[in-house]
């Protein structure tokens, strides 16, 4: 069990249109896990995603799959 606190951060390439995620990358090495939330909402739900899901996610965005963003 870790005490380690999510440390939340946003992508530089997010404006302020009120539609970003952020993300806790540091959470990879002690729980195995990327939590991800919404920005305009930090302290509603979170989703726990496997570093490996976020990471093909992220892949998809990269490469246009999900449409314009």
Same mark, same amino acid.
């Given at each position: 069990?870790?005490?380690?606190? =999510?440390?939340? %951060? @946003? /992508?530089?390439?997010?404006? $302020?249109?009120?539609?970003?995620?952020?993300? !806790? !990358? $540091?959470?990879?090495?002690?729980?195995?896990?990327?939590?991800?939330?919404?920005?305009? $909402? =930090?302290?509603? =739900?979170?989703? $726990?995603? /496997? #570093? &490996?899901? %976020? !990471? /093909? %996610?992220? #892949?998809?965005? @990269? &490469?246009? @799959? %999900?449409? #314009?963003?």
């Amino acid at each position: 069990m870790t005490t380690e606190s =999510p440390r939340w %951060f @946003k /992508s530089s390439y997010s404006g $302020n249109g009120g539609q970003c995620i952020e993300v !806790a !990358a $540091n959470l990879v090495g002690s729980l195995g896990v990327v939590p991800v939330r919404d920005s305009k $909402n =930090p302290g509603g =739900p979170v989703l $726990n995603t /496997s #570093a &490996a899901s %976020f !990471a /093909s %996610f992220v #892949a998809g965005i @990269k &490469a246009g @799959k %999900f449409g #314009a963003v």
